[in-house]
């Protein structure tokens, strides 16, 4: 296999190989998150709520809420195949999610400039209502884990 | 008097009952997150970070030790026995943590005021290399898990 | 039909009471803020940033662009009327700004639920570009200081 | 004028020509906050508050507490002489302040890593009580305002 030939790589095969690298998140597949859009500065990601994420009241654990916006955070925030590293996240908890509810994270690019990022992520459940918004920093480094085009 | 007589609960009693329906947390059990100490506005967490917590650069996820400082969050707003739901949670990710590290989550309260109380949450490798901290803020509903003593 | 007979108050004079109130802040006028629009979950503030307002680097002050998010802030969070209170707000600062910037901020609500509600706030130049962004949590308290109409 | 002459400037004239510099802050003038002390990642920064400075609702407006904690913040960070800006801010405001009462600004470096710094900030009445609380993030540039010794 030689996917790497000169002229057979094009910006539509580049953004292919910046998902698959995206998508191989250990932590992800552990939680069950698909990531189901990635495109430079947008992702959406999805989550079933499952019982063994619970916290001691009985509700969907803040650390899961938080961690399905990070997996999207990740995604858009690294799409462009530079490697971006979060600095700051505050997130407000709006409403609780239950076992079962079917949970939808989007992130939205709000800015660049120079190294640093600025991201906007909601959790929301299918049926709209928010359960988590967040606003979050990226710090982007000099490294691509997929390099830019000549 | 004799406080300990079944059916008379004493404090340490009250506080056995609160310490146990905190360690019942499906999430951090799933995690292999230990609730090492709880008193009212504060708590210690510990957690190894395996390798099915790491993001796609081969580090530990964002949301996994998000998630280790919310359990110690949790544990240390609820430790009164009244429920504490957050707000709002501010992180600041300061450095990486890899697999197999030992992380250490501490959680203290800064404030109350009415329905709202203030903490402080670090994450620190057990060498003592400082990896996340947080300020965060809950609201504390009338209910209380186990009922407060008469 | 004459909504403004007197003593037959309408919405529209009850929207004007509010926005008057919201008016008479003696900190904006202090800074020089014009409140331009105050609608319920939205405002528009503007102000020219004067040599009084730089830091020691000689940039807008940090504390004059937050306090201009601010006023933004409060008057699209009290617009209905109801006394709400800033509980929490997470602010990134993107570019600075200099003396003799036309700076306009924007309110924007994002969700209400019960006491709680959630804002986005931006401070841009005259020209687009974005200088800060805030995410702002308020109480609702149950205080009006323009009552609800019967 | 020999200021460079060896043995004519020590560490305590650079420590001197940096809090001469950050004292120079026309903001923090035009509010009257004084800027007690100026240490190497600590700084102390008082203010009484006027009745210029009330919001709408009477008690002191947001956007100066936050102003007075900035101020003590930009000490604090750039105490070294190396010039450093905000990226972020998460501010909780636990109490309000009213018209009289002195405020007392504190900020204490967290961390320092690369070109990052961690810092808490607190405002309190002279009496004690907590009036808010910042989490904030600064980005150290390569500039120095007062050069590092040879």
Redo the contacts between chains.
């Keep these: 296999m030689d996917r790497h030939r000169p002229g057979l790589e094009g910006p539509g095969d580049r953004q292919a190989a910046i998902a698959r690298?995206?998508?191989?998140?250990?932590?992800?597949?552990?939680?069950g998150a698909q990531v189901d859009a990635i495109q430079p500065g947008y992702s959406r990601v999805t989550l079933t709520v499952a019982?063994?994420?619970?916290?001691?009241?009985g509700a969907a654990?803040?650390?899961?809420l938080?961690?399905?916006?990070?997996?999207a955070?990740?995604a858009a925030s690294?799409a462009r195949g530079q490697?971006a590293?979060?600095?700051?996240?505050?997130?407000?908890?709006?409403?609780?999610a239950q076992a079962g509810d079917r949970l939808v994270a989007e992130c939205q690019e709000?800015?660049l400039?120079g190294p640093?990022g600025?991201y906007?992520i909601t959790v929301r459940r299918a049926s709209g209502e928010?359960i988590l918004?967040?606003?979050a920093?990226v710090?982007r480094k000099r490294e691509w884990?997929v390099p830019p085009q000549a």
Tied chains: 1, 2, 3, 4.
């Design positions: 690298h995206i998508r191989q998140d250990a932590y992800a597949a552990f939680l019982p063994e994420m619970l916290n001691f009241h654990h803040g650390g899961l938080f961690s399905l916006a990070d997996i955070f990740a690294n490697m590293v979060a600095l700051q996240v505050s997130t407000s908890f709006l409403r609780p709000q800015d400039n640093i600025l906007q928010l918004q967040s606003q920093t710090y884990f």
